[in-house]
């Protein structure tokens, strides 16, 4: 039987009170590239399910977790030798979040809790000076919105990683790893309600630091271009001719 030409490499779950009406990470996803659970193939790696073997022909994308990759977490140092793996062969990988953290650790990077604290909410994205040169960035819109929520970041890029976007809290929003490799630290994959509901999960410790839960809620909306950012790289890793 042929394997889903697409792999959920699945780092986490959401809290209850964010999974019970929304669906798991799975979920968001396949909504969010326009597919169906049958199209794709999910490893639990966070439960100790182990990663097929790396394949070119394939495209795996990399989820967000509520874990920190600073923990170094046995599954999710094999998740990393995993993407080191997966990049020797030019196999497409496409990190959020976490997935974002755990490929520029993996490739040398470092990853840390970001000086400034959270960021958290809606918020612009600007492609940098690069990604004009970017074969996949080149055509898009400078300026996008993006749901965010995270507490650590990529603190220093790996080896020959380049930054494609930045926010005005973080540098490294966007990062192309190789012709094959880029992860975001946004998240392509929320829907305002689903980004809503982490705000009011955490709406006092938010408010301890200064935050205003409402405002953020208030400022939420549809990121059609984040969105598309994942469903373009996808589609394309899936679609090239030589696969």
Known sequence: MTSPSILIVQVGTP???????????????????????????????????????????????ITGSWAMVTDRLPWSE???????DAMEIGMPLFGVCYGHQLMAHALGGRVDYHPRGREVGCKEISLSPAAAEDSFL??????????????????????????LASSEHDP?????????AISTQFHPEFTPQVSEACIRRRADVLRAEGADPDVLVSEL????????LLKTFVELACCEPSR
């Open 172 to 180: 490294h929003q966007i990062v192309r790893y190789g012709p094959n």
């Open 138 to 163: 080149r055509n898009w819109p400078e300026v996008f919105k993006a749901h965010l929520t995270h507490e650590q970041s990529v603190i220093k890029l790996p080896p020959g990683a380049q930054v």
């Open 221 to 228: 909306e549809d990121t059609g271009e984040a969105r598309r």
């Open 15 to 61: 809290p209850a009170e964010v999974r019970d009406p929304f669906g798991d990470l799975p979920d968001w996803f396949c909504r969010a590239l326009g597919c169906t659970a049958e199209a794709v193939e999910v490893v639990r790696v966070f439960e100790g399910e182990k990663l097929p073997s790396p394949d070119a022909s394939r495209v795996a994308v």
């Open 78 to 84: 094999e998740a990393a030798q995993w993407v080191r």
